[in-house]
């Protein structure tokens, strides 16, 4: 599968809850075309997910069901590389080894430390302070080019370049430096109950969140409370920067129904925040219907996702290896004597 000529992607999303629409649309939905072009590496990010209080059982469901998620959206094993993150533990040992270029004060202004720090202060762990050397080591790991993400994402992997940088000038050229991928549409999607913050997994607010098990009854409820903004009249279906509420329905709307701002904007002129809303339900049941019934029929064959996972470790490991090894020479360890 992987092809020396081909520019390698690496992302992943953590099984932390439910998949939420804003995981789909700025993330998992710009995957798929990648997969034409590069040497894709798909990942459940598993360890991540333990920087915040797990129930076991949970993370496990959770992690296989965002396996099946991910092939029903559209990741084509045959073509990526689909693997668990916990399945190649290089991923831990590389973070080690970068865990000795970086420092302490960059950790601590990362946003996602300290909002996190904010949401669980009760669990102010060393491993959600080290997340993002943890996501560091997932994309120097495999030689990286490209990593797409959401815009929430951006400063991690600008902390990744930053170490890949560092590492590189202490020890000689190592890693590739990555570049992040940002889409213009989808890369932040917002809660529906406050535009300025972006729609998460972990919103304790569930009306705040589309997720992709929903079904089409909760789609349409949630959207129907979702927030608009105070202005009515025959133009209140507008994209602009007074309309944060509105501006992200709308961005919800054309990223499911396939049309642009101006002719959604079109479409609605004259019709009132009722009417757009149940379009917008309409646009999102839509796209996520499929993928449910898709993802129900991959669970069930156990079989096959263990086969996808166990070909997908196998892929990973062989690339990890290499990096690791040549990171372990570099630094100056002794290779293990076979
Ligand atoms: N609201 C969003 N809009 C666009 N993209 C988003 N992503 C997350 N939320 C949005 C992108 O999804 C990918 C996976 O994210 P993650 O699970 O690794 O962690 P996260 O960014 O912290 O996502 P959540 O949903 O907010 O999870 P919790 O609540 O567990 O922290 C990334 O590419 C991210 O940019």
Not at 61 to 66: A, C, Q, R, S, V
Not at 80 to 88: D, K
Not at 300 to 318: F, I, M, P, S
């Amino acid at each position: 599968m992987a092809d020396e000529a081909k520019k390698r992607v690496f992302s992943g999303i953590q099984p932390t809850g439910k998949i939420t629409l804003g995981n789909y649309l700025g993330a998992i939905r710009n995957w798929l075309p990648l997969q034409q072009q590069y040497d894709c590496l798909f990942c459940v990010v598993d360890l991540h997910s333990l920087t915040v209080a797990q129930v076991p059982a949970e993370l496990r469901k959770n992690t296989l069901d965002l396996v099946a998620l991910y092939i029903a959206c559209g990741i084509d094993p045959a073509k990526s590389n689909l693997f668990i993150q916990s399945h190649v533990h290089e991923h831990t040992e590389l973070a080690w080894i970068l865990d000795t270029v970086a420092y302490v004060g960059e950790l601590n202004r990362m946003t996602q430390f300290k909002d996190k720090s904010r949401r669980h202060a009760d669990n102010i762990n060393m491993g959600l302070m080290n997340y993002p050397v943890l996501m560091a080591s997932d994309i120097l790991l495999y030689q990286t080019d490209l990593v797409p993400v959401g815009k929430d994402q951006v400063q991690h992997v600008e902390l990744t370049r930053d170490l890949a940088e560092r590492f590189n000038a202490r020890y000689s050229d190592t890693f590739v430096v990555p570049q992040c991928l940002v889409s213009k549409a989808g890369s932040s999607i917002k809660s529906l109950q406050d535009p300025s913050a972006k729609m998460s997994k972990s919103d304790p607010n569930e009306n705040a969140v589309i997720t992709l098990s929903d079904d089409a009854d909760a789609i349409r409820r949630k959207l129907r409370r979702a927030v608009t903004d105070s202005d009515s009249g025959p133009n209140c279906v507008r994209h602009g920067e007074d309309k944060a509420a509105v501006s992200n329905l709308l961005n919800i709307y054309t990223l499911c129904a396939g049309v642009s701002i101006d002719e959604a904007e079109r479409k609605f002129e004259g019709k009132g925040y009722g009417v757009f809303k149940d379009a917008v339900a309409d646009a999102v049941i839509s796209v996520v219907q499929p993928i449910q019934a898709e993802q129900k029929r991959l669970l069930a064959d156990k079989a096959y996702l263990e086969c996808v996972l166990r070909q997908g470790a196998e892929n990973a490991t062989h690339i990890a290896q290499k990096t690791l090894s040549k990171v372990y020479r570099k630094v100056g360890l002794i290779p293990k004597i076979r």
